[in-house]
């Protein structure tokens, strides 16, 4: 079965630091995607960023990037220069087809709480 | 884009009555989802919809649990005899129905707290 594990339950920084929130996944399958989703204090999950299997490429967009390393099975995101708007809880998220294929929901992990400190 | 409309934000019940939680996706999205988060986890796939066929329900957490979507557009998720392990906040998402790595649009949930 798929699995996703976020082992930092909960990161403080200070703003302006750098800060990497860890994501590691399990699936049997080798056609898979993932994906990054938001969640602030309103409750509503933004979609962050999708990644499939078959692109290794590391990713930029502004002060976000994304390593996606399927040697290790991780897919980690890196805030640069890190702001108070940034605090939310984050989750990494997975979806494959040996669970059952057609089109099952994500498989989530349990977030990382990030708490940007002014 | 109105995004996607989660009624109400919160509800509060008493073990043993029945609730009905209500989304609107947006407009042109065919693909409805029913997620349920508790404290401290993520978001749990419970059942989706493409139009208005129920294409999965097997993760449905009891029989007390029921969606509908009658006409394709808005969805209703009903949990009959709550009990005090339903409090959650319940998330409803909605896709466009044009790649199998689609994006998830999400509503901001209705918190439910059985008492």
């Known amino acids: 079965a798929q699995k996703v594990t976020q082992a930092q339950t909960e990161i403080s920084v200070v703003e302006k630091e750098d800060v990497t929130l860890d994501c590691v996944y399990e699936t049997r399958d080798t056609t898979y995607y993932l994906f990054w989703y938001k969640q602030p204090p309103s409750g509503e999950l933004v979609f962050l960023i999708r990644r499939n299997s078959f692109d290794e490429q590391n990713e930029i967009s502004g002060r976000y990037s994304w390593n996606f390393q399927k040697s290790t099975s991780s897919f980690n995101f890196t805030i640069t220069a890190s702001q108070v708007v940034d605090s939310a809880v984050y989750f990494c998220a997975l979806r494959d087809f040996a669970s059952g294929g057609g089109a099952d929901g994500l498989t989530f992990g349990k977030g990382t709480h990030l708490i940007i400190q002014p | 884009d109105t995004g996607v409309s989660q009624d109400p934000r919160h509800k509060i019940t008493k073990r043993g009555q029945n609730v009905t939680f209500r989304c609107d996706p947006i407009?042109?999205?065919?693909?409805l989802y029913w997620y349920r988060q508790t404290l401290g986890q993520g978001p749990e796939f419970l059942t989706y919809f493409q139009n208005e066929a129920q294409l999965e329900k097997s993760r449905l957490l009891s029989d007390r649990f029921s969606a509908e979507r009658p006409k394709g557009s808005f969805s209703t998720l009903e949990i009959q005899r709550t009990e005090q392990g339903d409090s959650a906040m319940y998330l409803c998402?909605?896709?466009?129905?044009?790649?199998?790595?689609?994006?998830?649009?999400f509503g901001s949930g209705t918190q439910l707290s059985v008492l």
């Open positions: 998402a909605s896709s466009l129905n044009r790649a199998t790595n689609e994006k998830l649009f």
């Open positions: 407009s042109e999205h065919n693909r």
